[in-house]
C-alpha cells in the first residue's frame, strides 16, 4: 500500500498547542511482512518553518499512526508542518494552521 | 596453503564490507538520522547502551499513562510527559518485544516534553520510558498486559 492521506489538527488549548496528526501507513513488521518490513523512521513537526519535534520510530508503531505533541509559546494561525519518512524513501507531509 | 588463501579471501571480504560502508555513509547521513544500531537492537539492555543511557536513575517525574490490560496488542495507546526541567529527549522501550526500541523524540525549544503514540506489543511486558534532561538520564517503567499479541501476522 503507498503512502496514504494524512490528517492533523492543532488547536489552541489552556497555554500550549495541541497537534495530532494521522498517519495512513501499513507499518509492516519484520515478523509480518517476512523480512520486508515497511515503516516510517522519522517524523519531524515544524512550526513557521521551525523544527521542534523530531521523532525516530520503529516497526513497533502501530499500524496508521496517530501521534499527538504538545507545543509551547504558540499562537492562533501559527503554520504547523508534519512530516515524515519511511525505511524505502517514500516520504509525505500535511500543514495545518493552528485553530 | 589452502588454510591462507581462506584467510586472504576474508580479509579481502571485510576489506570490501568496509569500503561499501564507507560509501554508504554519507547516504545514510543526508536521509536524516536514525539509530540503526539502537534500532536493531535484540534486547533493552543494548538498546539503551546504544542511544547512550545504560545507567539512567529512576525518576517518578515521568508520567506514562497507559492501559493496565491492553486487548489488542497490535494498538496500545501510550501517553508520556516528562515533568523533569529541560528534557530534551524521550526514548520508549517495550522490554520484551522482539526489537525493544520503538520511538525516540527529540523536543527543541518550543516543544513540550510530550508525545502520545500508538505501539505494538508482542506480549505482557514492561515498557521503559528514558527522559533525557542536561545530559542525563531518567528512567521509568509500566507493565502493562496483552491478552492478543501485536507484532506478527
Known sequence: ?99 | MKGRRRKILTFAGALAGAWVAGLLKPVAALAAAWNKEAFGAKTAADALKSIGAAGAAASDAIVIEAPQIAENGAVVPIEITSKIPGTTAIAVLIEKNPFPLAARFDFMEGALPFVKVNVKMGETSDVRVVATAGGKHFTATKEIKVTIGGCGG
Open chain 1, 1 to 99: 500500500m503507498a503512502a496514504g492521506p494524512m490528517k492533523m489538527r492543532a488547536t489552541l488549548d489552556a497555554g500550549f498547542i495541541d497537534v495530532r496528526v494521522l498517519m495512513t501507513h501499513p507499518m509492516l513488521t519484520q515478523q509480518q511482512s517476512k523480512g520486508q518490513p515497511h515503516f516510517i523512521q522519522n517524523v519531524t513537526v515544524k512550526v513557521n518553518g521551525t523544527t521542534v519535534v523530531e521523532g525516530q520510530t520503529s516497526q513497533a508503531i502501530s499500524r496508521n499512526p496517530v501521534f499527538s505533541f504538545r507545543l509551547k509559546g504558540g499562537a492562533k494561525g501559527d503554520r504547523i508542518e508534519v512530516s515524515w519518512l519511511d525505511n524505502t524513501g517514500e516520504t509525505n507531509k500535511t500543514e495545518a494552521a493552528v485553530a
